[in-house]
């Protein structure tokens, strides 16, 4: 078994984005030359998420506005910090990290699903750390 580590920088523009990371991420596991595995993706931070799915304009459109419209409260107590309660709470719902299988040196994705990166309090940068686990 052979293990690889490596981090991918996401930098963002906006308070709330949806970013299709699918190909950093492959670029990451040809880099390691695992060919049969286990990858995972896990973000060092608190208020972004990861997700699968299409990577369709319009539904990574739709999850935007989902994330903006689903989790906007006046009332939030962690609000009296720093304003980004909604960021937190829904980074909780969606999740910080992923666990994918590594088939004949690919992500093994289904047709449609890609690797999404939700920012949910930017503009920032985030680390992701990027571990692959398997046989070259």
Same mark, same amino acid.
């Given at each position: *078994? %052979?293990? =690889?580590?490596? +981090?991918?920088? #996401? +930098?963002?523009?906006?308070? #709330?984005?949806?970013?299709?990371?699918? +190909?950093? $991420?492959?670029?990451?596991? %040809?880099?390691?030359?695992?060919?049969?595995?286990?990858?995972?993706?896990?973000?060092?931070?608190?208020?972004?998420?990861?997700?699968?799915?299409?990577?369709?304009?319009?539904? *990574? %459109?739709?999850?935007?506005?989902?994330?903006? %419209?689903?989790?906007?409260?006046?009332? =939030?107590?962690?609000?009296?910090?720093?304003?980004?309660?909604?960021?937190? #709470?829904?980074?909780?719902?969606?999740?910080?990290?992923?666990?994918?299988?590594?088939?004949?040196?690919?992500?093994?994705?289904?047709?449609?699903?890609?690797?999404?990166?939700?920012?949910?309090?930017?503009? +920032?940068?985030?680390?992701?750390? $990027?571990?692959?686990?398997?046989?070259?």
């Amino acid at each position: *078994m %052979e293990v =690889y580590s490596s +981090r991918i920088e #996401v +930098r963002s523009g906006k308070r #709330v984005e949806v970013r299709d990371i699918t +190909r950093e $991420v492959q670029a990451r596991l %040809e880099e390691a030359g695992i060919v049969d595995g286990v990858l995972f993706l896990f973000s060092l931070h608190t208020t972004n998420a990861l997700t699968l799915n299409e990577g369709e304009p319009g539904l *990574m %459109e739709d999850l935007k506005r989902w994330v903006e %419209e689903a989790f906007a409260r006046p009332d =939030y107590q962690h609000d009296r910090i720093d304003r980004n309660a909604a960021a937190h #709470v829904a980074a909780s719902i969606t999740g910080n990290s992923l666990t994918l299988p590594v088939e004949e040196g690919r992500i093994a994705l289904g047709a449609w699903q890609r690797i999404l990166h939700l920012e949910l309090d930017g503009p +920032r940068t985030r680390t992701l750390i $990027v571990k692959v686990i398997g046989k070259k």
